[in-house]
Each structure stands twice: as C-alpha cells, then as structure tokens.
T-cell receptor
Framework: EAEVAQSPRYKITEKSQAVAFWCDPI?????LYWYRQILGQGPELLVQ????????DSQLPKDRFSAERLKGVDSTLKIQPAELGDSAMYLC???????????FGPGTRLTVL | SQQGEEDPQALSIQEGENATMNCSYK?????LQWYRQNSGRGLVHLIL?????REKHSGRLRVTLDTSKKSSSLLITASRAADTASYFC?????????????FGTGTLLAVQP
C-alpha cells in the first residue's frame, strides 16, 4: 500500500539554526498538507498545496517558516531560525483532491535546544 | 486554533469493554472525521460522517453526529489492547478559500489486557 514518506524521522537542533523537513506524498495526490502537532494537542495546519500552488498558509509563521512544492510532487518545509517553541511533531499528509481523505506520513519529531 | 474539544482527555478500560469518546465543535461543518494516532506516529483515518448523516458504522466503530448540538461520539466495541492510541476528531468545512480539517485536542485511550 502506498504511503506518505517523510524524512528525517527525528531532528535535534540548537536554536537559531536552520532545519528542513522533506515529504513525498502518495503518487498522484494533488493536495499536500503540512501540520504541526505540539505534544498533547491535535495537529494544526501550517500550509496546504494544490499541485505546486499554496492555497492556504494562514497559520504559517512566515517570518521564519517557508514551504515549497516546486514540481507539484514532493515538498520541503524549512524553519530559519529555529526557536525553542518550534519543538513539535511535523506531519505531512496528502489527498487526491482538496477535501479528500488525508493520508499522513510518520512525521518528523523536532527538538530545539 | 483547535475547533474541537474531546472528552474525556484520557480513558482507561479493560480488553473486551466498549470505549466511548465525545467531540464538541463550534462552527458549521461539511463532515466530521475521526483519526487514530499511535504513540509518536502519524495519524490514520478511521471514519467520516457527513453533516446530513446521524450515524455510521465501520467494523467495531460506531460514530454518531448531532449537528444541532455540534457534537459527535465515537464508540469502539469489544476493545483490544491494539486499540491503545490517541483518537482525534476533525471537522471539515469546504467552500471557497476555506478547505481544511481542524483537529480536536484528542482522547488518549489505554486498553489494558
């Protein structure tokens, strides 16, 4: 069964450093989502892509976070500089279309020291 | 921001017992979905109920939706140790520029063997 791939699975960094996460959605899925999940809470949407276009980044802290999906396939989420409060699980999900069932990857656990 | 609040926050039961989790939300929705998350992993889609539906079944899962009370419940019958996980409700509102899932705070279910 096809799955959403994410790497790395774990990342430890010091504050003020740059970090990047990668996501490869299920083949053929046009919609890609990045979520942040703080320990003990539900996921919160950071950014949503439809193909290569951003359709919702209202919750993305744009002063330090950026996301791209250049060819409409895989995607990268970057944080620069990282802050202590960025420690969380970063989840990627994809769906065949906007509003379709979302399939999640295993996530990247970020710890900022 | 979290749309849904789940109750209880944590639930511990014995194998074979039923587990009921409740979700309340604030705005009108197109559908409501339930997800499971095993410790430190990504989310798995369990079931979707549309706003014009009142009850839905899938295997050992039963979901109800009361749009007048803006609430939903998830019942897991004949629980197993493997059901131990966090369960999240997510509300979906699609239309125009708004097209995303908003997750609740989750219920941590522990099934004792």
């Amino acid at each position: 069964e096809a799955e959403v791939a994410q790497s790395p699975r774990y990342k430890i960094t010091e504050k003020s450093q740059a970090v990047a996460f990668w996501c490869d959605p299920i083949s053929g899925h046009a919609t890609l989502y990045w979520y942040r999940q703080i320990l003990g809470q539900g996921p919160e949407l950071l950014v949503q892509f439809q193909d290569e276009s951003v359709v919702d980044d209202s919750q993305l802290p744009k002063d330090r976070f950026s996301a791209e999906r250049l060819k409409g396939v895989d995607s990268t989420l970057k944080i620069q500089p990282a802050e202590l409060g960025d420690s969380a699980m970063y989840l990627c999900a994809s769906s065949t279309r906007r509003g379709g069932t979302q399939y999640f990857g295993p996530g990247t656990r970020l710890t900022v020291l | 921001s979290q749309q849904g609040e789940e109750d209880p926050q944590a639930l511990s039961i014995q194998e074979g017992e039923n587990a009921t989790m409740n979700c309340s939300y604030k705005t009108s929705i197109n559908n409501l979905q339930w997800y499971r998350q095993n410790s430190g992993r990504g989310l798995v889609h369990l079931i979707l109920i549309r706003s014009n539906e009142r009850e839905k079944h899938s295997g050992r899962l039963r979901v109800t939706l009361d749009t007048s009370k803006k609430s939903s419940s998830l019942l897991i019958t004949a629980s197993r140790a493997a059901d131990t996980a966090s369960y999240f409700c997510a509300t979906a509102l699609y239309g125009g520029a708004t097209n995303k899932l908003i997750f609740g705070t989750g219920t941590l279910l522990a099934v004792q063997p």
